[in-house]
């Protein structure tokens, strides 16, 4: 049996608590960076499901007197539904919609995979692209 100092004894000691004091340590250390790094990637995904942000809002006016100017261009509107026009099952639904800053009703193109429960009166925000014959073609939506 090995003969142990009674000084050599706490110090053995002293570095067990050592090294577990380390392995919490790590291990905190590991969790605060998955944790921060969670959180960075949530601030990327929200800030990233505003793709409308960085379209020019529609000349609604200028529109309005040629929509075959437009064609292929891609616009943010700010509106609210004023009527439903027409709606086909599989197919989605033409609304009228009255954007912010104008009185004028703009017929509107919504598929069915675009929205769903859209009600007269509500308020979007509106990411469209401008299809054949002027129509505009919404893309993507979120209520405001």
């Known amino acids: 049996m090995p003969f ?4 050599e004894v706490p110090e053995i000691a002293q570095a067990s608590r ?3 004091e380390c392995r919490v340590r790590s291990k905190l250390a590991g969790l605060a960076f998955a944790l921060s790094l969670l959180g960075g990637m949530l601030f990327l995904i929200a800030c990233g499901e505003r793709k409308g942000s960085d379209l020019e809002v529609l000349p609604i006016d200028i529109y309005l007197q040629k929509p075959g100017d437009f064609l292929g261009n891609r616009y943010t509107l700010r509106v609210q539904i004023n009527e439903q026009l027409k709606w086909e099952k599989g197919l989605g639904r033409v609304l009228a919609v009255v954007a912010e800053d104008s009185d004028a009703r703009l017929p509107v193109f919504v598929a069915e995979s675009a929205g769903d429960n859209l009600h007269v009166g509500q308020r979007y925000e509106l990411q469209a692209i401008i299809e054949k014959g002027g129509l505009i073609y919404v893309e993507a939506l979120q209520k405001y």
């Open 4 to 7: 142990i100092l009674s000084r």
């Open 18 to 20: 050592s090294q577990k």
